[in-house]
């Protein structure tokens, strides 16, 4: 398909990314996704609040977001974009699997009341198979980062 002819989605909110993708509460780690450029590039955002599930044992006295499920809110929201760059097709996906995890490193701690916002470019991608450079930041501060890949799979 031409670069003119792909569809460029504009933003998805969270009843959008619960239909594209399988995960629920308290594993949805993106709320909304703007500036989508097809399955190129966008930002996923995620409000962290103190009444979050990791914040009752990591740490309850000086709360921080894990870094680990900074890489999972990245990778959410790069699957939900290539999803939904691929519902057109005869045969959509059915779901999408995370892969592989490199060059991760974590920046600042993530506490109740900051907002990320997930930076995700695509660096390639191959038949049913994405990679992305994901940057994860609070209010411009970069925070944590990684190389993400997913599979998205067709079931007969």
């Known amino acids: 398909m031409s670069e003119a002819l792909k569809p460029k989605l504009e933003a998805v909110d969270i009843n959008r990314i619960l239909e594209l993708l399988p995960h629920r509460y308290p594993f949805l780690l993106v709320d909304r996704i703007v500036e989508i450029d097809g399955d190129n590039s966008c930002i996923g955002i995620k409000n962290i609040t103190y009444n979050e599930a990791p914040f ?3 740490f309850p006295q000086a709360p921080v977001f894990p870094g680990v499920l900074l890489i999972e809110g990245m990778a959410q929201t790069a699957g939900a974009i290539c999803i939904a760059s691929k519902l057109a097709e005869s045969k959509p996906p ?3 699997f995370f892969m592989t995890i490199d060059k991760a490193k ?3 701690p ?3 009341g900051d907002t990320v916002r ?16 994901g940057e994860a930041r609070v209010d411009g501060t970069l925070v944590a980062e990684a190389e993400v890949g997913a599979m998205l799979v067709v079931e007969p």
């Open 94 to 96: 059915s779901r999408v």
């Open 56 to 58: 009752t044992g990591h």
């Open 106 to 108: 974590f920046r600042k």
């Open 110 to 112: 993530v506490i109740p």
């Open 118 to 133: 997930y930076h995700m470019r695509k660096l390639s991608s191959r038949r049913n198979m994405w990679w992305y450079k």
